[in-house]
Each structure stands twice: as structure tokens, then as C-alpha cells.
């Protein structure tokens, strides 16, 4: 992210002037994102809790099923 020494506008990356100024060249150096890495390691909780999970539920759902054509 970028911001803008003039109006002080946060701003993606990728414009390559300030969207509220329009001035290119008066940008502070990019700041460090700070949600990256939060996101990232939340990305992982999730993989590392929801894959475990789901498999639960498909033997739960096939076990079910299973129970239910065989006394059926």
C-alpha cells in the first residue's frame, strides 16, 4: 500500500498516482501489510481445521446412509 505525502490517501500498489491528487510522484515508500500475515495464518487455521472436518462429515453422511439401506 501506498500513501500519499499531499492528502495522505492510502492506496493500492498498482495505481500508479494518487487516486484523490492525481500526482504519480508523491508517494511514501510502500508500507508493510500488516493483515498479511494474520490472513495468511488464518487461511492455514482453516486448511488445517476444516479439511479434518469435512472428512468427519462424509464418513458421518456415509455412515448414515449405510445404516439406513442396510435396515432398510
Known sequence: ????????????????????CFDPETFVEEEKDECGDTQKRNSW???????????IVIYALYYVIKTLVISG
Open 1 to 20: 500500500m501506498k500513501r500519499c505525502k499531499k492528502c495522505g490517501t492510502v492506496y493500492s500498489s498498482i495505481c500508479g498516482e494518487c487516486p484523490k
Open 45 to 55: 487455521i482453516a486448511l488445517i481445521i476444516g479439511i479434518p472436518l469435512f472428512m
